[in-house]
């Protein structure tokens, strides 16, 4: 069984920042890509770092240049870091990958629980 666990949310000062993290486990035979997408109260999840398997990265305007999307293969782990936050960052922040167990020809979309960031004085 494959799970995602994210980590590393909580409570910020604008201007601060926080690293969030995503471990993948379980009957994991290949992971083809690893992303981060956040949720606000009242608004659609919105992709916020993506990070393909040949290595590049995107990220939307609104975090661009504040936000880093990093992976660790040996640990099938992806970090997220979040550098002069915003109020307006505030959202419940989702790990998504997409993987294949080793039960399965096919690669699956797999979602983590969800870490809240709050950004607030």
């Known amino acids: 069984q494959v799970q995602l666990v994210e980590s590393g949310g909580g409570l910020v000062q604008p201007g601060g920042s926080l690293r969030l993290s995503c471990a993948a486990s379980?009957?994991?035979?290949?992971?083809?890509?690893m992303d981060w997408y956040r949720q606000a109260p009242g608004k659609e999840r919105e992709l916020v770092a993506q990070l393909t398997s040949n290595g590049n990265t995107n990220y939307p305007d609104s975090v661009k240049g504040r936000f880093t999307i990093s992976r660790d293969n040996a640990k099938n782990t992806v970090i997220l870091q979040m550098n002069m936050l915003k109020p307006e960052d505030t959202a419940v922040y989702y790990c998504?990958?997409?993987?294949?167990?080793?039960?399965?020809?096919?690669?699956?979309?797999?979602w983590g629980q969800g870490t809240q960031v709050t950004v607030s004085s």
């Open positions: 998504n990958a997409e993987i294949r167990s080793s039960d399965s020809f096919f690669y699956r979309d797999y």
């Open positions: 379980g009957n994991i035979l290949s992971i083809k890509h």
